[in-house]
């Protein structure tokens, strides 16, 4: 599996920006896609995730209500759609494939795109 993640940027707190995770390779049913995200000197954190079978989504606590994620498996994409933003969302944002049924950790991604660099100003 190949992922590559685009549509990062710099955006007010309160804006919108919306991150696409290209997919190619060999995928599964099983195959659930995440969001990840980094800040300097923090651990890599749990955004959000998706099956690509099914639909069914999870999100973390900091980013629900605001934060939507979504599938095309005709176009192989799974976008992040960020609204309300927040200068603590300024991180770089990874997404990253697993085969296990609830991924929550980076341990438990095993295919990872590079990331795209999102900055909110205050």
């Known amino acids: 599996v190949q992922l590559q993640a685009s549509g990062g940027g710099l955006v007010q707190a309160g804006g919108s920006l919306r991150l696409s995770c290209a997919i190619s390779?060999?995928?599964?049913?099983?195959?659930?896609v995440g969001w990840l995200r980094q800040a300097p000197g923090m651990e890599r954190e749990f955004v959000a995730r998706?099956?690509?079978?099914?639909?069914?989504?999870a999100y973390a606590d900091s980013v629900k209500g605001r934060f939507t994620i979504s599938r095309d498996n005709a176009k192989n994409t799974v976008d992040l759609q960020m609204d309300s933003l927040k200068p603590e969302d300024t991180a770089v944002y990874y997404c990253?494939?697993?085969?296990?049924?609830?991924?929550?950790?980076?341990?438990?991604?095993?295919?990872w795109g590079q990331g795209t660099q999102v900055t909110v100003s205050s």
């Open positions: 390779g060999r995928t599964f049913s099983s195959v659930t």
């Open positions: 990253a494939a697993s085969t296990d049924w609830s991924p929550i950790t980076r341990y438990e991604y095993y295919y």
């Open positions: 998706i099956r690509l079978s099914g639909g069914r989504t």
